[in-house]
T-cell receptor, first 112, second 113 residues
């Protein structure tokens, strides 16, 4: 099992460019999440998907969109990147009925 | 309004000694608490958890204590090893809201050989 995988690992964007961060899990988990981690800020939830076909906003959704493509895949899109979106992005998944979330290795995004 | 607080940003201990990492929370609806460990350039990994119906949970060198009246939990690592050097996040889950975790800002633990 690969667990939770994320692509790309690194990305540099110019202000105004768009991109999609990809996440996939092979653990048959129902719920999936996108977080961002900034220095001194911990992990902040951007969007989550409790089950296939549903998505909900988290703490910091502005400037992002998500798509739950199927049970395995949950993508995060930046339509017009801003320097404030420079961060490390983590995807996570969770099995129904459990509390623990399992994280991917992260995508380090820099917006210049 | 920060619901999960890790007030000390860092801790340094000697190898073999005890490491105690603290976490406070403000929301009385939280019913499940978790600790995650994160190495640089990796994703957080689940370490240990505790339900609000318990006051202690132990897994090898790691023990989590919960004091509900004080809204406080702590992670004890005994004995500490250099490989334990990492950032540790405390997280909590709402009653009936198990879809989401609320994370603290993290604490960097350094274990010196």
């Amino acid at each position: 099992n690969a667990g939770v995988t994320q692509t790309p690992k690194f990305q540099v964007l110019k202000t105004g460019q768009s991109m999609t961060l990809q996440c996939a899990q092979d653990m048959n988990h129902n719920s999936m999440y996108w977080y961002r981690q900034d220095p001194g800020m911990g992990l902040r939830l951007i969007y989550y998907s409790a089950s296939e076909g549903t998505t909900d906003k988290g703490e910091v959704p502005n400037g992002y969109n998500v798509s739950r493509l199927n049970k395995r895949e949950f993508s995060l899109r930046l339509e017009s990147a801003a320097p404030s979106q420079t961060s490390v992005y983590f995807c996570a998944s969770r099995l129904a009925g459990a509390y623990e979330q399992y994280f991917g290795p992260g995508t380090r995004l820099t917006v210049t | 309004d920060q619901q999960v607080k890790q007030n000390s940003p860092s801790l340094s201990v000697q190898e073999g000694r005890i490491s105690i990492l603290n976490c406070d929370y403000t929301n009385s609806m939280f019913d499940y608490f978790l600790w995650y460990k994160k190495y640089p350039a990796e994703g957080p990994t689940f370490l240990i958890s505790i339900s609000s119906i318990k006051d202690k949970n132990e897994d090898g060198r790691f023990t989590v204590f919960l004091n509900k009246s004080a809204k406080h939990l702590s992670l004890h690592i005994v004995p500490s090893q250099p490989g334990d050097s990492a950032v540790y996040f405390c997280a909590a889950s709402h009653v009936g809201g198990s879809e989401k975790l609320v994370f603290g800002k993290g604490m960097k633990l350094t274990v010196n050989p």
